[in-house]
Nanobody
């Protein structure tokens, strides 16, 4: 049974940093693409970043480029999202997701392409 478990959310002041982690288990993820999405209150879930597990190709939403960094710890089956220079508009529940295969940069942003989802972790950025 595949499980994605996020951790690391919390309350931080604007300009601060947080590091989210996603622990993946239940199968081999070497042929998967891992993504981070977020959903703010009253808004749709949106793409944040993605990384291909084996080659480490990385993709970001324009809104987080230069501030967020996605990475993976291959041996630990863990994906991280380092978030710096946080803004109040980054406040959201952040979700980790896994997509089988490497479908291309556009499809990494599409929610329906992802096969597995975590339960989410709340990030609150105060002004």
């Amino acid at each position: 049974q595949v499980q994605l478990v996020e951790s690391g959310g919390g309350l931080v002041q604007a300009g601060g940093s947080l590091r989210l982690s996603c622990a993946a288990s239940g199968r081999t993820f070497s042929s998967y693409t891992m993504g981070w999405f977020r959903q703010a209150p009253g808004k749709e879930r949106e793409f944040v970043a993605a990384i291909t597990w084996s080659s480490g190709n990385i993709y970001y939403a324009d809104s987080v480029k230069g501030r967020f960094t996605i990475s993976r710890a291959y041996a630990k089956n863990t994906v991280h999202l380092q978030m710096n220079s946080l803004k109040p508009e980054d406040t959201a529940v952040y979700y980790c997701a896994a997509q089988s295969g490497y479908s291309g940069s556009y499809y990494y942003t599409v929610l329906s392409r992802y096969d597995y989802w975590g339960q989410g972790t709340l990030v609150t950025v105060s002004s």
